[in-house]
């Protein structure tokens, strides 16, 4: 699971890896790819990413659209195109920017166990 923080502007996240669906091999030259699903705790929709971006072994990085990362909770993002690649999916967690720095300790606020469960509304 990769998180990712709510309404923090285009968040750039990994998906793949890509797989032929002829020969299990890696795809490193797909392009930008219109018929991304994502699913959250509220909503479903198509959407586009933002960029995307090549790496290596058939797998990408790509720019989510703000508007999919208002809802706190699960996101799931799939991709299907059963002609060229096997289906893939990611599983993201949407958190506040108090609930991250808590986490990761990137801002203010402490790292222990109380501090994070403040920060998300668990105590």
């Known amino acids: ?3 990712i923080i709510q309404n923090f502007g285009a968040n750039r996240v990994p998906v793949g890896p890509f797989l032929s669906a002829n020969d299990l091999s890696p795809l490193d030259s797909l392009p930008l790819q219109a018929n991304a699903f994502y699913l959250s ?3 479903t929709g198509l959407f586009t990413p933002t960029s995307w971006g090549a790496g290596t072994g058939g797998n990408y990085s790509i720019l989510l659209p703000t508007a999919i990362t208002t809802t706190l909770g699960k996101l799931r993002i799939t991709f299907s195109d059963p002609a060229i690649y ?17 986490w990761f300790s990137t801002g203010a606020g402490g790292t222990d166990e109380t501090s994070f469960a403040v920060s998300v509304g668990r105590v």
């Open 1 to 3: 699971m990769h998180y």
């Open 41 to 43: 705790e509220s909503t």
């Open 86 to 102: 096997l289906p893939v999916w990611e599983d993201y967690m949407v958190m506040t920017l108090e609930a991250w720095n808590a």
